[in-house]
């Protein structure tokens, strides 16, 4: 079993929508969390995140912000930030996981210069950006994904 967790601040508007996306995809094997290196337990996805998924036919509104903390650090198989300074401050608060975080584009890509733009406080057209890069970069990861699990 893989799992897969992703992180971004707040866990209400990227790593919420970054799992749900991959969740959608139903892939055997993969299990999909996300929280926030600065989230407050409890609270929705925001309504452009809820909106931008529903347009792609996704359904998330059961969604439940989440800290990361030693539970879901100890779940997961790997963590995947939205921004480089997310992937610091997961790996300062939990040194044990430097081997297993990466940036969501590191991990998809290779290319460890680069991050997921913010969209909150955002026009809807900004959420649509964001989930139309972190889309891309997910058809990437599940494909690395699948070949390490053959």
């Known amino acids: 079993m893989t799992r897969v967790l992703f992180v971004c601040t707040g866990n209400t508007c990227r790593s919420p929508m970054a799992e749900a996306i991959l969740k959608s995809r139903n892939l055997p094997g993969i299990e999909v969390k996300s929280a926030g290196v600065y ?3 409890g609270s929705a996805a925001s309504e452009n995140t809820r909106k931008v998924l529903a ?3 996704i359904l998330f509104d059961s969604h439940q912000s989440s800290m990361l903390n030693d539970e879901l650090v100890n779940w997961t198989s790997y963590i ?3 921004t480089a300074s997310h992937k610091a401050a997961v790996i300062s608060m939990f040194p044990e996981t430097a081997g297993k975080t990466f940036t969501l584009k590191e991990f998809a890509a290779g290319n460890s210069n680069g991050d997921i ?4 406080g955002g026009s ?3 959420y649509r950006q964001t989930y139309n890069e972190m889309n891309d970069m997910i058809i990437k990861m599940i494909q690395r994904l699948q070949k390490e699990n053959r």
């Open 39 to 41: 989230a407050m337990d």
């Open 55 to 57: 347009e792609n036919g």
């Open 80 to 82: 995947i930030t939205m």
């Open 117 to 120: 733009a913010d969209p909150f």
């Open 124 to 126: 809807i057209e900004h």
